[in-house]
């Protein structure tokens, strides 16, 4: 089966780094995804890892680690536009099969 | 562009009343999701479908809803009756199996069951 953990609220300032942990169990790994979502809107694509370490993209970071059952995802420079769900995924016994975290609510404040 | 086109965006029925939200995938796109969103249990996936066929439905209640694939450009997501306790937000999401797996999500549907 699955199981993904993430917190559930997170807090941070604008122009601050935040780190947004993920555990997880899966049965057939076949990478991690993190998706971000704003209020009302769909959730959008922001990352991809199958091996470990950190995959930098501008401003967001993501790292994996497959023996641990470990991901976090890396936010630097905050702005305000940044406060949104992010939520980890990973798809179901090594299938295409996506299921997500509870995700974690992040808010930037001034 | 290419994206994941759902209609309607919002629906307000009446408990009974038969819903059906359609779903136009990525052209070229083999694989199709459903989601339902709430407040309360997040995304949850109700239907799993690859190249047409129903790959998994186990998250869906079966005795209300049904999912299917007339075609490689539409996915219909149907519920009949419906009940308060639907009222969600469901997302269609379509992606490449082969690929990535990453899936793009459509706008989604706004269903209230009153």
């Known amino acids: 089966g699955q199981n993904i953990d993430q917190p559930t609220e997170m807090t941070a300032t604008e122009g601050a780094i935040v780190q947004i942990n993920c555990t997880y169990q899966t049965s057939g790994f076949n990478g991690l995804f993190w998706y971000q979502q704003h209020a009302g809107e769909a959730p959008t694509f922001l990352s991809y890892n199958v091996l470990d370490g950190l995959e930098e993209k501008g401003r967001f970071s993501s790292f994996l680690s497959r023996s641990k059952g470990y991901s976090y995802l890396l936010l630097k420079e905050l702005q305000m536009k940044d406060s949104a769900s992010y939520l980890c995924a990973v798809p179901a016994g090594g299938s295409y099969k996506l299921i997500f975290g509870s995700g974690t609510r992040l808010l930037v404040r001034p | ?114």
């Not at chain 2, 070229?28 to 109700?46: A, I």
Request: glycine share 8%; with cysteine.
């Open chain 2, 1 to 114: 562009d290419a994206r994941v086109t759902q209609t309607p965006r919002h629906k307000v029925t009446e408990m009974g009343q038969e819903v059906t939200m359609r779903c136009q995938p990525i052209l070229g796109h083999n694989t199709v999701f459903w989601y339902r969103q709430t407040m309360m249990q997040g995304l949850e996936l109700l239907a799993y479908f690859r190249n047409r066929a129903p790959l998994d439905d186990s998250g869906m209640p079966k005795d209300r809803f049904s999912a299917e694939m007339p075609d490689a450009t539409l996915a219909t997501l149907k519920i009949q009756p419906s009940e308060p306790r639907d009222s969600a937000v469901y997302f269609c999401a379509s992606g490449l199996a082969g690929g990535s797996g990453e899936a793009f999500f459509g706008q989604g549907t706004r269903l209230t069951v009153v």
